[in-house]
């Protein structure tokens, strides 16, 4: 939640009163400095002031002279990619990100001072994840200059760096991707009459998902009946509490929990809400070639509506709306009415600027991946609905709470990308 350059001065300060040095000892003194200071900038509203702090940063003769001597003139800058998501939704948080990492670079550029961005992203779409190669293929000219870091996070450990051979494939994909990104750049949008575009999808992307997540008074209510997310926070899954202050909002709901409770419906509603409306916005003024053309010839852009044609893939409305009937009340029903619809038109206009018929045409593999978990996992997702319920009746159920865990654990893995 880096905000302003005293975030960063205040843990240099803290450092030298320490007298902490890299070797992680007190008191000792060491040749190498100080350890490295990372901002993470995580919310839009930080993103967008992501290049000003880092110019105010480097504009003070102090830090530049440090980062200089002690770190060989290299600053290292987070992206956030969870909380944007959960305040902007996933279309306006690509878009903010992709800006952000433009304007750091830049700034960095300007001062001579080399740049490494690090990626922090969670292995589902709507916390940033996604295909590693696509990921770092996507990122702005620039920005990946022979250096790049990312978090793996979650069961994508596992999945990707479990097995021996596993993990050297892995290795292979990051390896080439950041040397293509670092000699043969990706294009930049051909003009600037995309970057306009972009920006008014973004903004009525961003107004939808806003309307509904934060200003509907009725939605939170709705998101606590309709999802496992209330007793998520019993089951000790997780790593950290479920969210970060002692509120009900979702304000303070960690990105985690926020994403994983829609996975465990098949509504994964965080990493499309909102992006139906932003292309239905331009489809509507005429724009629809145009989007095409982005689409084939701006890796960005295909990026964002591979991977929410990927997650339109995964989802089930018949199993949402199962949920729904069953689990939220009759006066909230409607809204659940209203998101299915929303999730049919993002499909709609999905396919329409990608050019195929039907979802995952491009993605045979993954579609028959999905179809033959089915079998398995629409039981699993019935039996869930029937345990919230009676869970809602007699909360002490000990043997009830079992049989949650179960079918939490086999629709995380049924569905995947969950962390």
């Known amino acids: 939640m880096a905000s302003n350059a005293s975030d960063v001065l205040t843990v240099e300060l803290l450092q030298k009163d320490a007298r902490l040095t890299v070797s992680g000892e007190l008191g000792k003194a060491c040749p190498g400095g100080t350890l490295r200071v990372v901002p993470l900038f995580e919310t839009v509203k930080d993103l967008r002031g992501a290049g000003s702090v880092i110019r105010k940063l480097l504009s003070i003769d102090w830090y530049r002279q440090h980062i200089i001597k002690n770190h060989n003139g290299h600053q290292e800058v987070m992206v956030g990619y969870s909380d944007s998501g959960k305040d902007a939704g996933r279309f306006t948080a690509a878009w903010e990100l992709y800006k952000a990492q433009e304007d750091v670079v830049a700034a960095c550029n300007e001062y001579g001072i080399k740049v490494t961005l690090f990626h922090g992203r ?7 994840g996604g295909p590693t190669y696509m990921a770092i293929q ?5 920005s990946v200059m022979g250096t790049l870091r990312s978090t793996e996070q979650g069961e994508m ?4 760096f479990g097995l021996p051979q596993t993990a050297v494939r892995q290795l292979e994909i ?3 991707a950041v040397l ?4 043969r750049p990706p294009l930049p949008p051909r003009e600037e009459k995309w970057r306009n575009l972009m ?6 992307s961003c107004q939808s998902y806003r309307s509904v997540v934060y200003e509907n008074p009725e939605f939170l209510t709705y998101f606590n009946e309709a999802t496992p997310q209330a007793e998520l926070g019993f089951l000790n899954i997780g790593s950290r509490p479920t969210r970060r202050k002692a ?31 932003g292309l239905k916005g331009a489809c509507e003024k005429g724009l629809t070639e145009e989007l095409k053309v982005m689409y084939k010839e701006w890796h960005f852009f295909q990026s964002i509506i591979d991977l929410i044609e990927m997650v339109l893939g995964k989802a089930d409305i018949s199993i949402a709306k199962h949920y729904d009937e069953v ?32 979802l995952l045409q491009n993605n045979r593999t993954l579609k028959r991946l999905i179809e033959n978990r089915l079998p398995f996992l629409n039981p699993m997702n019935m039996l869930q609905v029937e345990i919230l319920k009676r869970l809602r009746r007699d909360a002490d159920n000990l043997k009830a709470r079992d049989v949650l865990l179960i079918t939490i654990n086999g629709i995380a893995a049924g569905m995947r990308n969950t962390g």
């Open 122 to 128: 969670g292995g589902s779409i709507g916390r940033g």
């Open 138 to 142: 996507s990122q702005p000219p620039g």
């Open 157 to 160: 450990v596992q999945a990707k």
């Open 174 to 176: 990051y390896t080439t």
């Open 180 to 183: 293509l990104a670092t000699l």
């Open 199 to 204: 920006e008014d999808i973004s903004q009525i």
């Open 247 to 277: 509120t009900t909002g979702i304000g303070h709901l960690r990105a985690i929990p926020w994403i994983f409770a829609w996975t465990q419906t098949r509504f994964v509603l965080p990493a499309w809400l909102g992006v139906g409306a």
């Open 327 to 358: 689990l939220v009340s009759e006066k909230r029903q409607e809204l659940g009415r209203q998101l299915r619809n929303e999730l049919i038109t993002t499909g709609k206009f999905v396919t329409v600027i990608s050019g195929h018929d039907k």
